[in-house]
């Protein structure tokens, strides 16, 4: 009985303990905006031409970049075969290899071997579009 | 009772201001750090008393940790001259040496790098072994563990306690005399085996451009995340996950990818196995 109990309080510090880790971490953030003027200097604007997030969210789910990918906010998008996609816009270089812009993540996106032959990311044989909407997606992931 | 309250008040009202001493501090410590009022330029000294402070607690530091090194015979004339190639070759670019200055980018540094003569001359050998051998934090002096065998270690240090004998013809003389080179660490028999993965990680940098779990460091985003290591399905998109393939791309990053921009580091084999042990003991 006292075992239980003691089970539940640790629990509950536990969870408040987290909690807590939480607001540590988005603490500087949360100051920063409220002294303002420190800027987080952060990823370069990663707006994608003729790119939409909305329609690339829905071109990521139908082209199943999940099954190798995880990737947030992508439903069931939990593959472990390619890297995790999770804050992509802070990302330095795309796939390790070329500088990250929009005119590299598109082309890698469209056609990864054309750029790397050893990869083992294949040529997903979407159009233009398709790729600028998903970089423009990707770009959006903080 | 009211005299029971009274000497309950005597240890809450202390209690209580110290607790109040404390967060006023903690309140001030970050409105400094978060307002940007610091100032971490190098151009700016430390408080006298600031400087005196670390440097006391950098002594009594060496002075516990090296306690139980003990110290091989450090007169051999061979030992000496192979300490002063591995001086010449990694110490003398910031510590200089008698009549020679230190490189410009060793100049600004703070805190600026010892003269190592004076050093030499009051420090016993294990401190000297204990500090070259493990690095000091936060002054720029690196650990030379993984980069130079046990051997050239103590012939750094029998090097460093003939230095405040030497006039600077002297050491010409003898630089110019020189022989043999520093033999970089991983062609050597003695590496120490028992430096574990995430401490060489550290040690060869990998974090300034990696964020890896159980790895304290900068939240840089160059490379890629380390993290569930061993749920990746290929390293760098090319070669399936197996610790023995981990350990060709930790040495030889290029011959896997040839875009790649991982650098080769000059990872010793076995600092790699480490490596890759660390990585795939991770969830």
């Known amino acids: 009985m006292a075992a239980a109990g003691l089970a539940t309080r640790l629990a509950t510090h536990a969870a408040s303990l987290l909690a807590l880790a939480r607001l540590a971490r988005a603490a500087p953030v949360v100051t920063c905006f409220l002294i303002a003027g420190c800027g987080t200097g952060g990823a370069p604007d990663s707006a994608v031409p003729g790119g939409s997030a909305q329609r690339g969210k829905l071109a990521l789910q139908q082209r199943d970049c999940g099954v190798c990918h995880r990737i947030p906010g992508i439903r069931g998008a939990r593959g472990d075969v390619g890297p995790s996609l999770h804050g992509y816009a802070q990302r330095v270089y795309v796939a390790g290899k070329f500088p990250h812009d929009a005119a590299h993540l598109v082309r890698w996106i469209r056609d990864a071997p054309a750029l790397a032959p050893r990869t083992a990311m294949p040529a997903m044989g979407v159009s233009e579009q398709e790729a600028r909407d998903m970089a423009a997606y990707l770009q959006g992931l903080r | ?283």
């Not at chain 2, 130079?148 to 013809?169: G, H």
């Not at chain 2, 451009?209 to 290591?229: E, K, N, Y």
Request: hydrophobic share 40%; charged share 20%; glycine share 8%.
């Open chain 2, 1 to 283: 009772m009211k005299a029971r309250l009274a000497r309950r008040h005597k240890i809450l009202l202390p209690l209580l201001g110290a607790g109040l001493l404390m967060a006023v501090g903690a309140v001030t410590a970050a409105a400094v750090l978060l307002s940007g009022g610091f100032e971490v330029a190098a151009t700016r000294q430390h408080f006298l008393l600031t400087h005196r402070l670390l440097e006391a607690g950098l002594h009594f530091s060496i002075r516990t940790h090296a306690r139980d090194i003990v110290a091989p015979e450090l007169g051999n004339p061979q030992m000496v001259e192979q300490g002063m190639a591995c001086y010449r070759q990694h110490c003398e670019q910031c510590h200089g040496a008698p009549g020679r200055a230190s490189v410009p980018a060793a100049m600004g540094l703070l805190p600026v790098p010892a003269s190592l003569v004076q050093t030499a001359r009051d420090w016993p050998a294990e401190w000297l072994y204990y500090v070259t051998r493990e690095g000091v934090r936060m002054t720029g002096m690196p650990a030379w563990e993984v980069r130079l065998s046990e051997q050239s270690l103590w012939d750094t240090v029998a090097f460093l306690k003939v230095l405040p004998e030497l006039t600077p013809a002297d050491y010409a003389a003898r630089a110019a005399a020189l022989q043999g080179q520093c033999p970089p660490r991983s062609d050597l028999p003695d590496m120490r085996p028992d430096v574990p993965g995430d401490v060489l990680l550290r040690q060869y940098g990998c974090h300034a451009c990696h964020h890896i779990d159980g790895v304290t460091g900068p939240r840089s985003t160059t490379g890629p995340a380390l993290s569930s290591w061993p749920r990746r399905s290929y390293i760098a998109g090319t070669l399936p996950n197996t610790p023995e393939n981990l350990v060709r791309w930790i040495r030889d990053p290029k011959a896997v990818s040839p875009q790649t921009l991982m650098p080769d580091l000059g990872v010793a084999e076995s600092h790699a196995m480490e490596m890759a042990a660390f990585l795939f003991s991770q969830r």
